[in-house]
């Protein structure tokens, strides 16, 4: 076992740190900035800015090809570049879902024109994309979406509902899985499409987040025309294509999110328990001891995939730790140094509230994280049938077609 | 980054499980259980000639020369076999503390035997209730004769030395060495009846003495605190296998119990607990090998990994299992007594927590 770089990622990683120091401030000693109001217009400034600086300096994208702007460099440079950002400011937050899920999943399917076009803006984060997946009748079950595409000519005619869509309301274009079939059984009657997110009939709305920030959105299609041109995997495949961009959400692991527990162990150090430090106090330690447990075992599961991906391997559903295990530790954090603090923590205020409300802010923010992009128990499945072997869950829709399936009032 | 264990020791790891499925089978687990033998004795020999006992043991002083990560991959496997051998407490521990603390002459003394399994060693440490700390030490040696009762001692009643950890005369503690003929000994009953456990009682033992003070005892526990996180591993992966296993076969409610939520949903927390256990305690290996500064923080966070995969997976592995996990007859209990042998053993959980907060305030701080 060894923890070095070979010459190559250790010159790449060198290349890396170059190009931050040169153009990001690093984390060290800076003051976290708190996004409790999701993206403003100066948010989305900053991320455009900063994507075009990366694309332009070939650091977006490191593993695509050539031809898109990409290095076809293998998946551990992309973890060693993650790596190295992580230590240093940047803006987050317009396009992981675009970069991550829609233009991977247009790169396995869309026509070269189509990728001539669209890849180049949205490496340079000159176009933003969003994913209508969830609706309301299909979330964790999103093979129960209804949103429908009936065939006018070379055109689809697009009626129905998104929701929880993130970043809608900043996108230019969109992938989107749709109902082409009611009468066969769920998986069987999708179709997968892109589409321009200005398309006369789409209405964006954004949603009142529980944070208080309005990052997601319902949208609602009313007779919106999509050419069959754009339509990626055949028709009725539009499963197995929903599967590629939900393949590429588990390769983008998670990395944990403030506080962590170098937070809880400064607060505690800090705060006073009994007239002491807390972080002296008996059970404030024991919890310490087992959130750091757990965040050097992801971190170390994490180099364990990255030995497995420099050999070549494709890593599976055992990913799903990261996720279901990141989640409930920042939520868990977040609550425990809300509890040492007492009443003072139920202020919200960067400059009265320790640790510029980091805490505050998780806990307003982390229930999401056990949601999105597959629950917790949804995590959980995919690990004792995916991992473990265990039989699929019993299904009370399957094989029916789809417009005989039993539905609730919700 | 290589973080994974090379193609050499993966093989030795095979051939280690695919030995002790033979060798040591349950049957021959319950002979101790069930008081038949204090220790598998035959198997012990072999895991001997075979080279197990001394993988980490420098060739000069008749080891394997396997190194850590070696010793590491076989702790494991003893772990998923609840093997009934005094493989900890002779290479874990004495062999470590003669290794890191003894003189060249004592090294050439003990470690040959205790490489090919001849002489059992043990790790005089607890007397009674309490943590490993200098406070719980009142043995005493004066005069190089050793005063003091010494348990629970894992492997007590059948090793041949021990490493004891007593006080000298100027009431420092650290490590002495005692050739436990002549010793009065008495075994104990214990929760877990695989492994033998004894009361030393010594009343002017002739013993010497190893080198450090308190650093030493620690050193020699951080360092097992991470064998013994890979037996709990190895423990903890038996468990999870035996429960899905079960879970696939057993039906209520026409279909396997292994399609009801509440049953795939513990499986999978045992699965992460298993993770996230075994990625520190390959930290851990690393460290091991590298003798790395941060090996103290890494042996307690593999530590605190482990006990808490292993007692979570033994522990849900009978609840799988409904009434039957609850018999003498099927072999949950084999790894729920091990789980907490293990998780006593070298200081229980509450202990190594408050160490890895130590350590990482210190660490902090620097
Ligand atoms: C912050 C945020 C951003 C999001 N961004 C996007 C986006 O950009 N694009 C997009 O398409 N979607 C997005 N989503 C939607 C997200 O994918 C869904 O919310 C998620 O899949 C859950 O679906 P649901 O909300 O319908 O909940 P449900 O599926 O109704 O789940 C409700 C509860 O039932 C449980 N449950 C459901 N099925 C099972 C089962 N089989 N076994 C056990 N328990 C079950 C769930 O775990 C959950 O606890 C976002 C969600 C959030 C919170």
């Known amino acids: 076992m060894d923890f070095n770089d070979t010459p190559e990622e250790a010159a790449f990683r060198a290349e890396v740190r170059g190009f931050l120091s040169a153009h990001a401030q690093p984390k060290a000693g800076v003051r976290p900035i708190l996004r409790q109001g999701g993206l403003d217009a100066d948010g989305v400034a900053r991320c455009k800015k900063w994507q075009a600086t990366k694309a332009d300096a070939g650091f977006a994208g490191l593993t695509w090809p050539k031809r898109f702007g990409g290095r076809e460099a293998s998946p551990i440079l992309q973890v060693i570049y993650n790596q190295e950002e992580d230590d240093f400011v940047v803006p ?5 879902i675009g970069l991550g899920m829609c233009i991977p999943t247009m790169m396995a399917y869309a026509a070269d024109e189509h990728l001539d076009r669209y890849v180049r803006p949205a490496l340079r984060g000159e176009e933003v994309w969003c994913q209508l997946f969830s609706e309301p009748a299909g979330g964790s079950d999103l093979a129960a979406l209804r949103t429908r595409a009936e065939r006018d000519g070379g055109d689809w005619i697009i009626n129905g509902q998104k929701i929880w869509t993130s970043g809608a309301h900043l996108s230019d274009f969109g992938i989107i899985v749709v109902r082409t079939d009611p009468n066969v059984p769920k998986h069987e009657g999708l179709t997968f499409f892109f589409l321009d997110m200005k398309s006369p009939g789409i209405d964006v709305r954004p949603i009142h987040q529980m944070s208080g920030a309005r990052h997601f959105n319902e949208v609602f299609f009313t007779d919106v025309r999509v050419p069959d041109s754009q339509r990626l995997g055949a028709v009725g495949q539009g499963w197995r294509v929903s599967l590629t961009t939900l393949m590429t959400e588990r390769l983008a692991v998670g990395d944990a999110q403030r506080p962590e527990v170098d937070d809880l162990v400064a607060l505690s150090r800090r705060l006073r328990i009994d007239g002491k430090p807390a972080v002296q106090n008996a059970a404030v330690r024991e919890r310490i001891a087992e959130w750091h447990a757990r965040s050097q075992g992801l971190k170390f599961t994490r180099f364990r995939t990255m030995t497995a991906l420099s050999k070549g391997e494709t890593p599976g559903p055992e990913n799903s730790i990261h996720k279901l295990v990141n989640a409930s530790k920042q939520q868990d954090i977040a609550s425990y140094g809300l509890d040492l603090m007492g009443a003072g923590g139920l202020v919200v205020d960067d400059d009265l509230t320790e640790a510029y409300a980091m805490f505050q802010s998780a806990l307003l923010t982390s229930p999401s994280m056990r949601i999105a992009g597959g629950s917790d128990e949804i995590l959980r499945n995919i690990i004792a049938e995916r991992v473990l072997g265990l039989p699929p869950d019993i299904r009370a829709d399957k094989g029916i077609p789809f417009n005989q399936v039993p539905t609730g009032r919700r | 980054m290589n973080f994974d264990f090379s193609d050499d020791l993966k093989q030795l790891r095979d051939q280690a499980r695919r030995f002790l499925s033979e060798q040591c089978t349950p049957a021959v687990v319950r002979r101790s259980l069930d008081g038949q033998e204090v220790f598998a004795a035959d198997l012990w020999r072999e895991i001997g000639g075979m080279g197990w006992i001394g993988a980490a043991i420098p060739e000069s002083y008749g080891g394997a020369g396997l190194g850590y990560e070696g010793l590491c991959v076989l702790a494991e496997e003893i772990g998923r076999a609840v093997a009934p051998v005094p493989f900890g407490s002779t290479a874990y521990l004495a062999a470590e503390a003669i290794l890191t603390a003894g003189s060249d002459a ?5 470690l040959p035997k205790l490489a090919d399994g001849s002489v059992i060693g043990c790790f005089a440490l607890w007397e009674g209730n309490g943590n490993p700390e200098p406070v ?13 009762s010494k348990w629970p001692v894992a492997d007590g009643g059948i090793a041949g030395v021990a490493v004891i950890v007593a006080r000298d005369e100027s009431g420092q503690p650290g490590l002495f060495l005692a050739d436990l003929a002549g010793v009065r000994r008495r075994d104990l009953r214990t929760l877990d009846p695989t492994r033998n456990h004894a009361r030393l009682d010594f009343d002017a033992t002739p013993v010497e003495k190893l080198g450090g ?3 030493a005892v620690q050193r020699v526990l951080d360092r097992a605190a991470i064998l013994f996180a890979f037996e709990q591993v190895g423990g903890a992966e038996a468990c999870l296998t035996m429960a899905r296993d079960y879970a ?5 409610f026409g279909r396997p119990i292994g399609s009801f939520q509440a049953i795939k949903h513990k499986l999978a927390d045992m699965y992460v607990a298993l993770e996230l256990a075994r990625s520190n305690a390959y930290y851990g290996a690393w460290a091991l ?9 890494a042996a307690a966070t593999a530590r605190v990994s482990a006990t808490e995969a292993f007692e979570l997976a033994s522990k849900e592995n009978i609840q799988t299992h409904g009434g039957i996990g609850f018999t003498w007859a099927v072999d949950c209990h084999l790894f ?3 789980s907490k042998q293990l998780a006593l053993g070298i200081g229980s959980a509450p202990f190594w927590k408050h160490r890895l907060v130590d350590l990482l305030e210190t660490r902090n701080a620097a």
């Open chain 2, 336 to 338: 729920y007594r091990r």
């Open chain 1, 92 to 96: 987050r937050g317009l396009y992981e």
């Open chain 2, 289 to 297: 090998g590298a003798d790395a500064t941060d090996l103290p923080l």
């Open chain 2, 248 to 252: 696939l076969d057993r039906y209520a």
């Open chain 2, 136 to 148: 719980a030490i009142h043995a005493r040696c004066v005069g190089g004769l050793l005063k003091g």
């Open chain 2, 106 to 110: 004592q090294r050439r003394e003990w």
């Open chain 2, 213 to 215: 003070g308190w650093g």
